[in-house]
């Protein structure tokens, strides 16, 4: 809602002293500060509204109730914008449903003239007439002022509920205005129309915590949830610094990768049988020249079977061991589905980072092969039977008999399977810096959804919270 009430604001010029003089309908004592600009005033006995630009003191309005002070009090001095202001008067306002309600203060310094500051859900404007034409003040449309370029935010009826200390003109409670507000944060541009004239301000945005030290009074914080209207959105800075974040461990991630030598340093197949089981298996000694991580892969042709990789990396001058393990797999077949397979026959770990030295890896295996039985091998047929077919009925006794013996059939023979085993020293890693990323993500991520949240209170507070979902506000 709109905040700027009123008339035309009179021109600066040096008021005259403060006068006092006695209520016309109480008797109390009434003290003018604007003295010669003031228009109507406020008894701080009775709140009845009294027309000092009459020399009969006529009553605007009168009241019963004692006089209201705001959290400003009338007759404070602060200073804004290096300006010392006085507060002379405040009112109170509201729209017409009288759900969504502020305050405007009226502020006044001979040399500079009026100022309004309008506070509204403990959010702060500092407000100022502007003497100039805005071309479609008024509409739903963009709107320029004094170089800036404003968004329409709502329109609605503006209306005064309460009214006290002074002012330049005959304030009332009477008064109903139609307001128009555009915001370009921190500013903020005011139109309001009572039907007769139309008065366009310009206001920008104040943190409590400024107006607070600026009177010398305690004043309520905004909630960390709560925007005000013509608010910077405050949620841009954390989403800046999520981003640079993001691309400095980027930066640092390729810098790691060009640096690392990611170099084999071993490599060997070892065929495995029955005859291995218990055993462990050493691979040769080789050299890391310098400290970093090591990645042991291993691949094997497994056919519906598994094998076990019982591993320690072993650094042969210090006995420090590095222990690990690897499990392989792979099954297929048919179905009714048709074919299917699942497993894998490579695996491979990534140790901590080693430091440099001489190591071997001893490797302990357990297989399916392990377990299957020896099998005789393929063989033709005898010697004696080639003769046999060969001679036929010709081959007389003397030549079978004298005929060599056949030799022993060859002994049965273990399955096996092979399985390859590569050491590879100072490999590129991506999971630390994945990991990163999404850790760094949750800063963004959080601030743009807060960022999104303070612009739909932002607009739900013009009625526009609907656009701007969609985009279109």
């Not at 009332?172 to 555009?182: F, I, P, Q």
């Not at 890391?288 to 990645?295: I, M, P």
Request: glycine share 8%.
């Amino acid at each position: 809602m709109d905040e700027q009430p009123s008339p035309q604001t009179p021109p600066a010029r040096p008021a005259g002293k403060p006068r006092t003089f006695a209520c016309p309908n109480c008797g109390g004592p009434v003290t003018l500060r604007a003295v010669g600009q003031s228009i109507s005033a406020t008894c701080s006995q009775c709140s009845s509204l009294i027309d000092v630009a009459d020399e009969n003191l006529r009553i605007i309005e009168e009241a019963n109730s004692a006089l209201r002070q705001g959290a400003i009090p009338i007759g404070t001095r602060g200073k804004l914008k290096d300006i010392e202001w006085e507060v002379i008067g405040y009112m109170r306002r509201s729209d017409r449903s009288g759900d969504y309600r502020w305050t405007e203060y009226l502020l006044f310094n001979p040399f500079y003239g009026y100022r309004f500051l309008a506070e509204e859900q403990d959010h702060w404007t500092l407000v100022k007439m502007l003497n100039q034409d805005v071309p479609g003040a008024g509409g739903q449309g963009w709107v320029s002022a004094n170089g800036r370029s404003y968004r329409f935010f709502g329109k609605g009826t503006a209306l005064t509920t309460y009214v006290a200390g002074e002012f330049y003109w005959r304030a009332s409670t009477a008064d109903v205005t139609t307001a128009t507000d555009y915001i370009a944060p921190p500013y903020r541009l005011m139109v309001e129309s009572n039907g007769e004239e139309i008065i366009v301000s310009e206001g920008e945005y104040l943190d409590a915590g400024t107006v607070a030290a600026a009177f010398k009074v305690a004043l309520s914080r905004p909630s960390s949830w709560s925007s005000g209207v013509s608010q910077v959105n405050p949620h841009k800075t954390s989403l800046s610094v999520g981003l640079i974040a993001i691309a400095a461990a980027t930066v640092l991630q390729f810098v790691s990768l060009a640096m690392s030598p990611d170099q084999q340093v071993n490599r060997q197949t070892y065929t495995l049988s029955a005859a291995d089981k218990g055993k462990t298996l050493s691979s040769d000694t080789f050299t890391l020249k310098s400290g970093g991580n090591v990645e042991i892969d291993s691949n094997a042709a497994l056919d519906n079977d598994w094998l076990e990789l019982d591993m320690t990396l072993v650094n042969v001058e210090t006995n420090q061991s590095y222990p690990v393990s690897q499990a392989l797999e792979h099954y297929s077949g048919y179905d009714d589905d048709g074919f299917w397979s699942e497993g894998d026959n490579e695996n491979s770990v990534l140790l901590p980072p080693v430091p440099a030295g001489t190591y071997k890896l001893l490797v302990e295996p357990d297989a399916g092969v392990f377990s299957k039985a020896a099998v005789a091998p393929p063989t033709g047929l005898s010697p004696s039977m080639q003769r046999l077919l060969k001679g036929g009925a010709n081959m007389n006794t003397q030549d079978w008999l004298n005929a060599p013996p056949d030799p022993p059939p060859p002994p049965p023979v273990l399955p096996t399977q092979s399985v390859s085993i590569a050491v590879k020293h100072g490999v590129p890693v991506w999971s630390n810096y994945l990991i990163a990323i999404v850790l760094l993500a949750i800063l963004p991520i959080f601030s743009i959804a807060r960022r999104m949240m303070f612009e739909k209170s932002r607009w739900e507070k013009g009625g526009l919270a609907e656009e701007f979902e969609k985009g279109d506000a």
